[in-house]
């Protein structure tokens, strides 16, 4: 995922700004990454072979999907439920360097995309979130504006309507590989379920495995960002 998500970056970096000096150096960082982990994870089919590696990519999107929409459905609202359903539409970004998304990932990325900001904002404001599928308005919001690492998430409009409606009998219950994530399934490790304050249980955080994963390049942080990669 780290590798098809850092290969995303290199080519829409390149098709934003490949031009200027700032923006050359940084592409280069990330493709001596790319090419590093290409050479430590060889034997990897996830990596060698497209097939696989998109069914890699979509099998945890849909694992991320699904933990938001169960907490969604379930009333249990809280940030990392938010994370989640935004982390997920950026994997299904990630799943273009693959080829055009189907019908179903670029229907299930706008819906989490809108239903992060809904929820990120009736929360700001406030406001109880309606659980599960809802009317949509104002899907075209530009939630890719969001810093890496920030907490807010942006959006023109946060307040349901019946104009367009998001199919409840679309949301994956499975995936390519069989693997079969039913209803209430637990969250992924870097994304734990909150406990509501009111019950006196205090959550704890899953820390994800140890992965040996080559470290960023510190100089990719301090590149300058004039083509915003």
């Given at each position: ?33 790319l ?6 994870f ?18 945890y999107?849909l ?19 938010i ?23 670029a ?23 309606q659980?599960?599928?809802?009317g ?31 199919e ?61 990669v």
């Amino acid at each position: 995922v780290s590798f098809k998500g850092r290969l995303y970056a290199m080519q829409t970096g390149m098709k934003i700004d490949s031009k200027t000096p700032e923006c050359r150096k940084f592409l280069s960082k990330l493709m001596d990454q790319l090419e590093a982990m290409k050479k430590q994870f060889g034997d990897n089919e996830a990596i060698t072979q497209e097939i696989v590696g998109s069914a890699h990519v979509e099998n945890y999107a849909l694992k991320m999907f699904l933990y938001a929409d169960n907490e969604d459905r379930a009333g249990q609202f809280h940030k990392n439920m938010i994370k989640s359903f935004y982390t997920a539409s950026l994997l299904i970004d990630v799943l273009t360097v693959f080829g055009e998304l189907s019908e179903e990932n670029a229907q299930h990325r706008k819906y989490a995309r809108w239903k992060a900001a809904y929820i990120h904002n009736c929360l700001k404001n406030g406001e109880t979130p309606q659980p599960g599928p809802i009317g949509m308005e104002g899907e075209s919001f530009d939630a890719e504006r969001e810093e890496a690492g920030s907490s807010s998430l942006h959006s023109g409009t946060t307040q349901p309507t019946s104009s367009s409606t998001y199919e409840a009998n679309n949301i994956p219950t499975s995936n390519y590989t069989g693997i079969h994530i039913p209803p209430g399934a637990h969250a992924p490790a870097n994304t734990p379920a909150e406990v509501p304050h009111n019950t006196g249980v205090t959550s704890n955080t899953i820390q994800p495995a140890p992965q040996n994963i080559p470290l960023v390049d510190p100089s990719l942080y301090s590149a300058q960002s004039a083509g915003k990669v």
